[in-house]
């Protein structure tokens, strides 16, 4: 069993920056796929970014492409997204997602098994 914490939400402006933390109980090296996802209230929970443990493969939904990094280190057991050029439409829960399926990293909720407790972050124009 895996717990996840996420911590690094905050208020900030349009145009700021933020650091989200995700860090596991276990060690998430036995996780192949870590991803970020988002949810904005009344909206449904949509994926953010992936990486891959073996590759470091990344990818990224087209609305944040170039603006967040996702990174890990497995020594650390954590996962980290890094938000710049932060919008209000960024508004939303984060949630720091793993899976212990090998393979194909899913976009969607249903591909993890072990999901944080989420951590805001509030974009003000």
């Known amino acids: 069993q895996v717990q996840l914490v996420e911590s690094g939400g905050d208020s900030v402006q349009a145009g700021g920056s933020l650091r989200l933390s995700c860090t596991a109980s276990?060690?998430?090296?036995?996780?192949?796929?870590m991803a970020w996802f988002r949810q904005g209230v009344g909206k449904e929970r949509e994926w953010v970014a992936v990486?891959?443990?073996?590759?470091?493969?990344?990818d990224y939904h087209d609305s944040v492409k170039g603006r967040f990094t996702i990174s890990r280190d497995n020594a650390k057991n954590s996962v980290y997204l890094e938000l710049n050029s932060l919008k209000p439409e960024d508004t939303a829960m984060y949630y720091c997602?793993?899976?212990?399926?090998?393979?194909?990293?899913?976009?969607?909720?249903?591909?993890?098994?072990?999901w944080g407790q989420g951590t805001e972050v509030t974009v003000s124009s």
């Open positions: 276990g060690n998430i090296y036995n996780h192949p796929c």
């Open positions: 997602a793993a899976s212990t399926r090998a393979g194909f990293c899913s976009r969607t909720t249903d591909g993890y098994d072990y």
């Open positions: 990486r891959y443990r073996g590759t470091g493969a990344t």
